[in-house]
C-alpha cells in the first residue's frame, strides 16, 4: 500500500487538492496547506519511488521563489488597472455614458439593452474590473429597464453578460495574470484578445436583435417623454461627418512629415476639433448642434481618449502593460477630478479595493509556489502532461478535453484561482503539441469568463443580486409599486449568455486567424529557404584571396604563407626552390636598430 501511494503521490496530491477546495477551505491557504502537507509525505517516501525528487534542503529554494513573485513587474499593472477601474466607477462615467447611449438607442425596441452592452463593452476597455462594471449598470440600468417594461430576465442576463466583458476586452486583469503563468507578452495577449472580445459583443447584441423579433414586448422602447435629450441623431451623423473630414485634412497635412503616424495623429485632431467644437456650442448655447449630438460626443470622448491613452500606446509598443496602468490610472484621476467628484473618500475606497485585489492575488500566488514545488518534485507536471497529450484526437481532442474541464472546474473556482492552479499544470502539454500560447492563453480567458456567468456560483450573478431590489419598490418617476428581480431570474437571465460564450470558445477553436492576427507579419522570408556559406581560403575564384602586401595575410610584419601552400591545394615547396624567400625572416629574433 506504501508503495502504491509513493508511486501515485502526484494524482493522490491533485485530488487533495480538489477536495481541500470542496470544503470551502480558502484557496491561498489550501494550496500552502497541502503543498507543505505532501512535502512532508514526500521526503519521507522518496526512497521507496524514483518519481519523488524531495529532500528537506529544496525548502531553501523557497524564499527565492517567493521573492519571483513579489518582484514580478508585470503584476504590477493589476493594481493600476484595477485604481483606474474604481476611481472611473467612483467619477460617474458609468452613469453618464448610460444615460446618454441610452438615450440615443432610446427610439429603437432593445435601446437600452444595446446601451447596456455598449457601455459594458467601453468600461470594459477602460476598468478592466468586472464587479465595478456589474455593480455600476445594475444601480443605474436595471431600474431603468425594470420602469419601461423590460423582461426581468432579459435586463439581468444583459447586466450580468455586459460586465464580464471586462474578462476578455484588454485591459483585463485576466489577461495579464495569464501571459505571466504562460510566460508570453501581455501587450500580444492584448492584441490577440482583442478581436475575440469584439465579435462577443456583437453576439451579445445579435441576440439581443433576435429577441426583439422573438419577443416584441420583452424589451419595448423608450416612450418620448422618457427621451430627454430629444432627437438629433441626424446632427450627430454630420458632427462625425465634418470630425473624419478634419481628420483626413491632419492627415494629409502631417503626412509629408510624420509619415506612417500621419494616420494617429490626424485621428487625434479630428477627435480634438470635435470636441471643442461641441464644449463651445454647448458653453456659449450657441446651438448649433443637437442636445443630443452635444451630450454623446461629450461624453463619449474622454473615455475613448483614455482607452486610446492605455491601450493605443500599448500596441503602438510606446510604453509597457504596467506604464499604461500607470497612465491609466492618472487618467483616470484627472477625469474625475474634471468632474469635480475626485475628493478623500474615493481615494479611501479606490486604494482600500485596490490593495485587498492585490493582497487577494498576492497570497494566492504564494500558495500555488508551495504547491508547485512540491507537485513538481513529485514528477505531478509529467503526469498531467502525460495525461493530456495522450488525449484521443490530437491537438483538437486536446483542447476539446481542456475547454470541458475548464468550463466545469469554472463552477467552483473563480478565474484567478483557474490561473493560478490549472493553466500552469496546462500550458507545457499545450506547448509540447505546438500549440500558440497566444491563442491557448485567449480561448482560456474567454472559457474562464463564464465562471461569472455560471449558475449558482457565479460572482457577476453575485454582484448584481447585492445591488437588485429584493423587495417590492415605490418607482420615484411613474409613482407604481415595482415588482423586484427574483434569484431564479437573474440565473435564468444568465443562461443564454453562458451559451453564447460557448460558441464563442468554439469560433475561436475554429478560427485561429481571430487571435493570431497579434503575430508580426515580418519580410515574408521562409526561413527554411536561408542558406550560409563560409567562405574558404583560396585563390582564382576558389575562395576568399587574401592580399599580398608583403607581409602575409595582407598585414604588414604578419605572416606570409608560402606558394603551393596546403590550403590552396598545392604542395607546399622549401623556400628557395622557384619562390623568392620571405622578407621577413622569423628564425632569428627581430632587430629594432
Not at 447596456?116 to 444601480?139: D, E, H, K, Y
Not at 498531467?384 to 472546474?409: A, K, M, Q, R, Y
Not at 484561482?417 to 491563442?439: M, N, Q, R, T
Request: with cysteine; aromatic share 10%.
Amino acid at each position: 500500500m506504501i508503495e502504491f501511494i509513493a508511486e501515485n503521490l502526484a494524482p493522490i496530491m491533485f485530488v487533495s487538492l480538489i477536495v481541500f477546495l470542496l470544503l470551502g477551505y480558502p484557496v491561498a491557504f489550501s494550496l500552502a496547506a497541502n503543498g507543505l502537507l505532501f512535502f512532508i509525505i514526500g521526503v519521507e517516501l522518496a526512497p521507496l519511488s524514483d518519481s519523488i525528487n524531495l529532500s528537506w534542503p529544496l525548502l531553501n529554494a523557497m524564499p527565492e521563489r517567493l521573492w519571483g513573485v513579489m518582484s514580478n513587474d508585470t503584476l504590477l499593472a493589476i493594481p493600476f488597472f484595477t485604481f483606474m477601474g474604481i476611481v472611473l466607477e467612483k467619477s460617474g462615467m458609468a452613469e453618464d455614458l448610460l444615460d446618454t447611449i441610452g438615450q440615443l438607442f432610446g427610439p429603437i425596441r432593445g435601446g437600452l439593452a444595446y446601451a447596456v452592452i455598449f457601455v459594458g463593452a467601453l468600461l470594459a476597455a477602460t476598468t478592466g474590473v468586472v464587479a465595478a462594471s456589474v455593480i455600476a449598470m445594475g444601480l443605474i440600468s436595471l431600474p431603468i429597464m425594470l420602469r419601461y417594461g423590460y423582461d426581468r430576465r432579459v435586463a439581468s442576463g444583459v447586466i450580468a453578460a455586459s460586465g464580464t466583458l471586462a474578462q476578455i476586452i484588454p485591459p483585463s486583469l485576466v489577461l495579464i495574470v495569464l501571459a505571466d503563468q504562460l510566460g508570453r507578452s501581455v501587450g500580444d495577449m492584448y492584441a490577440g484578445a482583442l478581436i475575440p472580445g469584439l465579435i462577443l459583443t456583437a453576439l451579445y447584441m445579435g441576440y439581443i436583435l433576435l429577441m426583439s423579433f422573438l419577443k416584441r414586448d420583452s424589451m419595448p422602447a423608450l416612450p418620448l417623454e422618457a427621451r430627454s435629450l430629444g432627437s438629433g441623431v441626424t446632427s450627430l451623423i454630420i458632427a462625425l461627418i465634418v470630425a473624419a473630414g478634419f481628420a483626413y485634412a491632419a492627415h494629409v497635412y502631417l503626412y509629408p512629415t510624420q509619415g506612417p503616424n500621419a494616420d494617429i495623429l490626424g485621428a487625434t485632431c479630428g477627435v480634438i476639433f470635435i470636441y471643442v467644437v461641441a464644449l463651445v456650442d454647448k458653453t456659449m448655447n450657441i446651438n448649433m448642434m443637437s442636445r443630443l449630438a452635444q451630450q454623446v460626443i461629450i461624453v463619449l470622448i474622454p473615455p475613448l481618449a483614455l482607452i486610446f491613452l492605455v491601450l493605443g500606446t500599448i500596441f503602438l509598443g510606446i510604453a509597457t502593460p504596467t506604464e499604461g496602468g500607470a497612465m491609466g490610472a492618472v487618467g483616470a484621476l484627472v477625469m474625475a477630478a474634471a468632474k469635480g467628484r475626485l475628493n478623500m473618500e474615493v481615494m479611501r475606497s479606490a486604494l482600500a479595493a485596490t490593495t485587498r485585489l492585490s493582497a487577494f492575488v498576492l497570497f494566492i500566488l504564494i500558495g500555488a509556489r508551495v504547491f508547485s514545488l512540491t507537485f513538481y518534485g513529485v514528477n505531478g507536471h509529467l503526469w498531467v502532461e502525460h495525461l493530456l497529450v495522450s488525449l484521443p484526437g490530437g491537438e483538437t481532442g486536446f483542447l476539446i478535453g481542456v475547454n470541458i474541464l475548464v468550463f466545469f472546474l469554472a463552477f467552483f473556482l473563480d478565474f484567478f484561482e483557474l490561473a493560478f492552479i490549472i493553466v500552469p499544470l496546462l500550458a507545457p502539454a499545450a506547448d509540447k503539441l505546438g500549440i500558440d500560447l497566444i491563442w491557448f492563453g485567449v480561448l482560456l480567458g474567454i472559457n474562464m469568463q463564464t465562471s461569472f456567468m455560471h449558475p449558482p456560483f457565479g460572482f457577476a450573478l453575485f454582484y448584481l443580486r447585492s445591488v437588485a431590489a429584493k423587495v417590492p419598490y415605490l418607482d420615484k418617476v411613474t409613482g407604481k409599486v415595482t415588482q423586484p428581480v427574483t434569484t431564479g431570474q437573474i440565473y435564468w437571465g444568465a443562461v443564454p449568455f453562458v451559451c453564447i460564450q460557448i460558441v464563442m470558445v468554439a469560433l475561436t477553436i475554429m478560427f485561429p486567424q481571430m487571435v493570431m492576427h497579434y503575430k508580426d507579419t515580418g519580410t515574408g522570408i521562409d526561413p527554411a529557404t536561408i542558406k550560409i556559406e563560409v567562405p574558404g581560403f583560396g585563390a582564382n575564384g576558389r575562395g576568399m584571396t587574401l592580399p599580398d602586401n608583403g607581409g602575409g595575410l595582407g598585414l604588414p610584419g604578419g605572416l606570409q604563407l608560402p606558394a603551393g601552400n596546403p590550403l590552396e591545394g598545392g604542395e607546399q615547396k622549401p623556400a628557395g626552390e622557384g619562390e623568392q624567400k620571405p622578407t621577413n625572416d622569423l628564425s632569428s629574433p627581430p632587430s629594432f636598430n
